[in-house]
């Protein structure tokens, strides 16, 4: 499965559960770590959690790559890396504070409209 149709997955699942001000970010050319970084938040520990579970149970549906899945028990941050995408949900006060979307300020933020949905 390519980068982009992971990535309409990885969209539409954290839609699914409700996260919110969803910002994909291509990454290509600011950083190494990945192409994509997906942020959302959720406004509970448990709406986080179903966020985080919704992705994992779908990698695991479509059969693509789901290498770590981190900060699950606190909801505080849960960062679930699917290879080429990082996707980041934070709790709804904890965004704020590590404002990824400044400090990757270079990528470019994809319209998930047209592009992605």
Request: charged share 30%; hydrophobic share 45%.
């Amino acid at each position: 499965m390519d980068v982009k149709n992971v990535l309409k997955l990885a969209v539409n699942a954290i839609d699914d559960k409700r996260a919110e001000d969803i910002v994909v970010l291509n990454m290509k050319g600011v950083s190494l770590i990945a192409d994509y970084f997906i942020i959302c938040h959720g406004n509970s520990d448990k709406q986080v959690q179903a966020i985080a579970h919704e992705l994992k149970k779908v990698a695991q549906e479509n059969g693509f790559d789901l290498k770590r899945l981190e900060g699950f028990d606190q909801a505080r941050w849960v960062l679930v890396d699917l290879n080429d995408i990082v996707v980041h949900v934070f709790h709804r006060d904890e965004r704020s504070y590590y404002n990824l979307e400044k400090l990757w300020g270079d990528a470019q933020v994809m319209e998930l409209e047209g592009e992605l949905l």
